[in-house]
T-cell receptor, first 111, second 112 residues
Framework: GESVGLHLPTLSVQEGDNSIINCAYSNSASDYFIWYKQESGKGPQFIIDIRSNMDKRQGQRVTVLLNKTVKHLSLQIAATQPGDSAVYFCAENKGGNKLVFGAGTILRVKS | DTAVSQTPKYLVTQMGNDKSIKCEQN?????MYWYKQDSKKFLKIMFSYNNKELIINETVPNRFSPKSPDKAHLNLHINSLELGDSAVYFC???????????FGQGTRLTVV
Protein backbone atom coordinates (compact mmCIF):
# COMPACT_ATOMS: atom_id res chain seq x y z
CA GLY A 1 0.00 0.00 0.00
CA GLU A 2 0.99 3.61 -0.14
CA SER A 3 1.54 5.70 2.92
CA VAL A 4 3.31 8.76 4.13
CA GLY A 5 3.99 8.91 7.83
CA LEU A 6 5.71 10.97 10.48
CA HIS A 7 8.03 9.73 13.21
CA LEU A 8 7.29 12.24 15.96
CA PRO A 9 3.75 13.30 16.78
CA THR A 10 4.85 16.23 18.98
CA LEU A 11 8.03 18.28 18.98
CA SER A 12 8.78 20.92 21.59
CA VAL A 13 11.65 23.32 20.98
CA GLN A 14 12.99 26.42 22.64
CA GLU A 15 12.57 29.67 20.79
CA GLY A 16 15.69 30.35 18.74
CA ASP A 17 16.65 26.71 18.41
CA ASN A 18 16.48 24.77 15.18
CA SER A 19 13.63 22.31 14.60
CA ILE A 20 13.72 19.14 12.58
CA ILE A 21 10.52 17.38 11.57
CA ASN A 22 10.79 13.98 9.95
CA CYS A 23 8.65 12.05 7.52
CA ALA A 24 8.90 8.58 6.00
CA TYR A 25 7.25 7.52 2.78
CA SER A 26 6.75 4.08 1.35
CA ASN A 27 6.24 4.60 -2.38
CA SER A 28 9.63 4.78 -4.09
CA ALA A 29 7.94 5.93 -7.31
CA SER A 30 6.86 9.20 -5.73
CA ASP A 31 8.56 12.11 -7.40
CA TYR A 32 7.31 15.18 -5.61
CA PHE A 33 7.01 16.07 -1.94
CA ILE A 34 5.54 19.04 -0.14
CA TRP A 35 5.59 20.35 3.40
CA TYR A 36 2.53 22.13 4.72
CA LYS A 37 1.97 24.12 7.89
CA GLN A 38 -1.44 24.21 9.52
CA GLU A 39 -2.18 26.74 12.22
CA SER A 40 -5.11 26.34 14.54
CA GLY A 41 -8.41 27.04 12.80
CA LYS A 42 -6.81 27.47 9.39
CA GLY A 43 -6.21 25.42 6.29
CA PRO A 44 -2.83 23.88 5.41
CA GLN A 45 -0.39 26.38 3.99
CA PHE A 46 2.38 25.51 1.56
CA ILE A 47 5.90 25.87 3.00
CA ILE A 48 8.32 24.26 0.61
CA ASP A 49 8.50 21.46 -1.93
CA ILE A 50 11.12 19.22 -3.44
CA ARG A 51 11.31 16.95 -6.45
CA SER A 52 12.89 13.55 -6.43
CA ASN A 53 15.80 14.68 -8.61
CA MET A 54 16.99 16.85 -5.74
CA ASP A 55 18.19 16.00 -2.25
CA LYS A 56 18.04 19.44 -0.69
CA ARG A 57 16.12 22.63 -1.16
CA GLN A 58 16.28 25.81 0.88
CA GLY A 59 13.76 28.52 1.52
CA GLN A 60 13.61 31.33 3.99
CA ARG A 61 14.57 29.74 7.33
CA VAL A 62 13.42 26.35 6.06
CA THR A 63 15.28 23.53 4.41
CA VAL A 64 13.87 20.28 3.08
CA LEU A 65 16.08 17.23 2.78
CA LEU A 66 15.17 14.18 0.75
CA ASN A 67 16.88 10.83 1.18
CA LYS A 68 15.53 8.51 -1.49
CA THR A 69 17.67 5.60 -0.35
CA VAL A 70 15.79 5.29 2.91
CA LYS A 71 12.65 7.07 1.71
CA HIS A 72 12.93 9.81 4.26
CA LEU A 73 12.03 13.48 4.15
CA SER A 74 12.80 16.15 6.72
CA LEU A 75 11.94 19.77 7.30
CA GLN A 76 14.43 21.93 9.12
CA ILE A 77 13.36 25.26 10.56
CA ALA A 78 16.15 27.58 11.61
CA ALA A 79 15.84 29.88 14.61
CA THR A 80 12.37 28.65 15.47
CA GLN A 81 9.94 31.37 16.44
CA PRO A 82 6.64 31.27 18.38
CA GLY A 83 4.83 31.87 15.10
CA ASP A 84 6.16 28.56 13.85
CA SER A 85 3.96 26.69 16.31
CA ALA A 86 1.57 24.63 14.22
CA VAL A 87 0.94 21.17 12.84
CA TYR A 88 3.30 20.23 10.03
CA PHE A 89 2.42 17.76 7.32
CA CYS A 90 4.49 16.14 4.67
CA ALA A 91 2.58 15.24 1.53
CA GLU A 92 3.42 13.08 -1.40
CA ASN A 93 2.26 13.77 -4.94
CA LYS A 94 2.34 10.72 -7.15
CA GLY A 95 0.84 12.39 -10.16
CA GLY A 96 -2.75 13.17 -11.09
CA ASN A 97 -2.71 15.85 -8.42
CA LYS A 98 -3.49 13.38 -5.67
CA LEU A 99 -1.77 14.54 -2.51
CA VAL A 100 -1.29 11.86 0.14
CA PHE A 101 -0.69 13.43 3.52
CA GLY A 102 1.24 12.14 6.46
CA ALA A 103 -0.20 12.05 9.96
CA GLY A 104 1.18 15.43 11.06
CA THR A 105 3.65 16.63 13.70
CA ILE A 106 2.74 19.21 16.29
CA LEU A 107 5.50 21.77 16.75
CA ARG A 108 5.41 23.69 20.03
CA VAL A 109 7.79 26.58 20.52
CA LYS A 110 8.61 27.53 24.08
CA SER A 111 9.50 31.12 24.81
CA ASP B 1 -8.60 38.82 -1.60
CA THR B 2 -9.25 35.28 -0.45
CA ALA B 3 -7.82 32.73 -2.88
CA VAL B 4 -9.93 29.74 -1.85
CA SER B 5 -13.05 30.50 0.12
CA GLN B 6 -15.55 28.07 1.52
CA THR B 7 -18.81 28.59 3.35
CA PRO B 8 -19.99 28.12 5.97
CA LYS B 9 -17.06 28.00 8.37
CA TYR B 10 -19.09 26.17 10.99
CA LEU B 11 -22.03 23.88 10.44
CA VAL B 12 -23.96 22.12 13.19
CA THR B 13 -26.79 19.87 12.13
CA GLN B 14 -28.80 16.87 13.20
CA MET B 15 -28.40 13.34 11.99
CA GLY B 16 -30.35 12.57 8.88
CA ASN B 17 -30.27 16.11 7.52
CA ASP B 18 -28.90 17.13 4.13
CA LYS B 19 -26.36 19.94 3.95
CA SER B 20 -24.09 21.65 1.44
CA ILE B 21 -20.70 23.31 1.67
CA LYS B 22 -19.70 25.77 -1.01
CA CYS B 23 -16.24 26.51 -2.35
CA GLU B 24 -14.92 29.10 -4.74
CA GLN B 25 -11.40 29.87 -5.93
CA ASN B 26 -10.22 33.00 -7.71
CA UNK B 27 -6.79 31.68 -8.66
CA UNK B 28 -7.75 30.58 -12.14
CA UNK B 29 -6.87 26.97 -11.32
CA UNK B 30 -8.36 24.13 -13.30
CA UNK B 31 -8.28 21.54 -10.51
CA MET B 32 -10.24 21.59 -7.27
CA TYR B 33 -10.44 19.15 -4.37
CA TRP B 34 -12.31 18.24 -1.25
CA TYR B 35 -10.35 16.88 1.72
CA LYS B 36 -11.63 15.58 5.02
CA GLN B 37 -9.66 16.10 8.24
CA ASP B 38 -10.64 13.92 11.17
CA SER B 39 -10.26 14.57 14.89
CA LYS B 40 -6.69 13.26 14.77
CA LYS B 41 -5.79 15.85 12.13
CA PHE B 42 -5.44 13.22 9.43
CA LEU B 43 -6.09 14.73 6.00
CA LYS B 44 -7.57 12.51 3.31
CA ILE B 45 -8.59 13.39 -0.20
CA MET B 46 -12.22 12.78 -1.06
CA PHE B 47 -12.69 14.16 -4.56
CA SER B 48 -10.79 15.95 -7.28
CA TYR B 49 -12.25 17.79 -10.24
CA ASN B 50 -10.37 19.04 -13.27
CA ASN B 51 -12.18 21.67 -15.31
CA LYS B 52 -15.57 20.52 -13.97
CA GLU B 53 -14.89 16.82 -14.52
CA LEU B 54 -14.50 14.31 -11.72
CA ILE B 55 -11.05 12.71 -11.80
CA ILE B 56 -10.61 11.32 -8.29
CA ASN B 57 -13.25 9.71 -6.10
CA GLU B 58 -11.64 8.11 -3.07
CA THR B 59 -14.20 5.52 -2.03
CA VAL B 60 -16.47 8.09 -0.49
CA PRO B 61 -20.04 7.03 0.41
CA ASN B 62 -22.69 7.88 -2.15
CA ARG B 63 -24.22 10.26 0.37
CA PHE B 64 -21.45 12.66 -0.59
CA SER B 65 -21.96 14.30 -3.96
CA PRO B 66 -19.65 16.99 -5.30
CA LYS B 67 -20.90 19.39 -7.91
CA SER B 68 -18.82 21.72 -10.06
CA PRO B 69 -20.95 24.27 -11.93
CA ASP B 70 -17.80 25.84 -13.36
CA LYS B 71 -14.09 25.42 -12.83
CA ALA B 72 -14.01 28.10 -10.13
CA HIS B 73 -16.57 26.37 -7.93
CA LEU B 74 -16.76 22.97 -6.29
CA ASN B 75 -19.59 22.38 -3.86
CA LEU B 76 -20.08 19.39 -1.60
CA HIS B 77 -23.53 18.10 -0.82
CA ILE B 78 -24.04 15.53 1.91
CA ASN B 79 -27.25 13.55 2.29
CA SER B 80 -28.51 11.78 5.38
CA LEU B 81 -25.76 13.06 7.64
CA GLU B 82 -24.30 10.64 10.16
CA LEU B 83 -22.37 11.20 13.38
CA GLY B 84 -19.22 9.92 11.70
CA ASP B 85 -19.38 12.69 9.14
CA SER B 86 -18.32 15.15 11.82
CA ALA B 87 -14.96 16.54 10.70
CA VAL B 88 -13.34 19.55 9.12
CA TYR B 89 -13.77 19.65 5.36
CA PHE B 90 -11.25 21.52 3.27
CA CYS B 91 -11.58 22.71 -0.27
CA UNK B 92 -8.38 23.23 -2.27
CA UNK B 93 -7.28 24.09 -5.77
CA UNK B 94 -4.18 23.71 -7.93
CA UNK B 95 -2.99 23.77 -11.48
CA UNK B 96 -2.98 20.38 -13.22
CA UNK B 97 0.70 20.50 -13.93
CA UNK B 98 1.63 21.95 -10.57
CA UNK B 99 1.29 20.15 -7.31
CA UNK B 100 1.03 22.94 -4.82
CA UNK B 101 -2.53 22.95 -3.59
CA UNK B 102 -4.03 26.05 -2.01
CA PHE B 103 -6.46 25.31 0.78
CA GLY B 104 -9.50 27.12 2.07
CA GLN B 105 -10.05 27.85 5.74
CA GLY B 106 -12.12 24.73 6.30
CA THR B 107 -15.69 23.99 7.32
CA ARG B 108 -16.14 22.38 10.70
CA LEU B 109 -19.12 20.08 10.41
CA THR B 110 -20.67 18.76 13.61
CA VAL B 111 -23.45 16.22 13.39
CA VAL B 112 -25.49 15.81 16.57
Amino acid sequence: GESVGLHLPTLSVQEGDNSIINCAYSNSASDYFIWYKQESGKGPQFIIDIRSNMDKRQGQRVTVLLNKTVKHLSLQIAATQPGDSAVYFCAENKGGNKLVFGAGTILRVKS
Amino acid sequence: DTAVSQTPKYLVTQMGNDKSIKCEQNLGHDTMYWYKQDSKKFLKIMFSYNNKELIINETVPNRFSPKSPDKAHLNLHINSLELGDSAVYFCASSQPQGAEAFFGQGTRLTVV
